[in-house]
């Protein structure tokens, strides 16, 4: 069974462009998570989506972006990209209404450097 | 707000010793609480879990303390290995929370010395 997948592994763009980050969930996996895991801190909660809709977001600006697919694949957009938006994006992907939090699979992330 | 949080950032252990990672949380909310590792380069992988209802979990070297009244929970790697070298990620989640989105702590750094 292929996990999920990540594209690309690493971005490199200048401050004030935009990027695009992509997932692919495992199959059967209806919920994508994104995450962003800034250096030397935790994991911070971006957005949920599900059934092709945003479910819900975590305390980030809104020139963070997404949206999610008729596959389920999912799609994070980064407007007017920030020197402090350099970090591992990580996307997570489970069944929706698996009750347990270990249904989350993760990928390898994406390494998005701006300068 | 830091909701989960890992005092920690690094442990350094003997191999064959005992690595004991520490986690506290805030919100009374969270009812299931969950262990990560990681590796570089790799994201993170489920390791162990518990329930509110419990106060230990254990799965072979592994085991997951559980102190509500503390708001505290604890994972025991007996005895460490020199593949468990990486960083350990707490997280909880709350019934209550929409999608069951997981808060995660910072992590703890660990390298098992041989």
């Known amino acids: 069974e292929a996990g999920v997948t990540q594209s690309p592994t690493h971005l490199i763009k200048t401050r004030g462009q935009q990027a695009t980050l992509r997932c692919s969930p495992i199959?059967?996996?209806?919920?994508v998570y994104w995450y962003q895991q800034a250096l030397g801190l935790g994991l911070q909660f971006l957005l949920w989506?599900?059934?092709?809709?945003?479910?819900n977001r975590g305390n980030f600006p809104p020139r963070f972006s997404g949206r999610q697919f008729p596959n389920y694949s999912s799609e994070l957009n980064v407007n007017a990209l920030e020197l402090e938006d350099s970090a591992l994006y990580l996307c997570?992907?489970?069944?929706?209404?698996?009750?347990?939090?270990?249904?989350?699979?993760f990928g390898s992330g994406t390494r998005l450097t701006v300068v | 707000d830091q909701q989960v949080k890992q005092n920690s950032p690094s442990l350094s252990v003997q191999e064959g010793r005992i690595s004991i990672l520490n986690c506290d949380y805030t919100n009374s909310m969270f009812d299931y609480f969950l262990w990560y590792k990681k590796y570089p380069a790799e994201g993170p992988t489920f390791l162990i879990s518990i329930s509110s209802i419990k106060d230990k979990n254990e799965d072979g070297r592994f085991t997951v303390f559980l102190n509500k009244s503390a708001k505290h929970l604890s994972l025991h790697i007996v005895p460490s290995q020199p593949g468990d070298s990486a960083v350990y990620f707490c997280?909880?989640?709350?019934?209550?929370?929409?999608?069951?989105?997981?808060?995660f702590g910072g992590g703890t750094r660990v390298l098992v010395k041989p």
């Open positions: 199959s059967g996996h209806t919920s």
């Open positions: 989506y599900d059934e092709g809709e945003e479910r």
């Open positions: 997570a992907s489970r069944m929706f209404g698996q009750r347990s939090g270990y249904g989350y699979t």
């Open positions: 997280a909880a989640s709350a019934r209550m929370a929409a999608g069951n989105k997981l808060t």
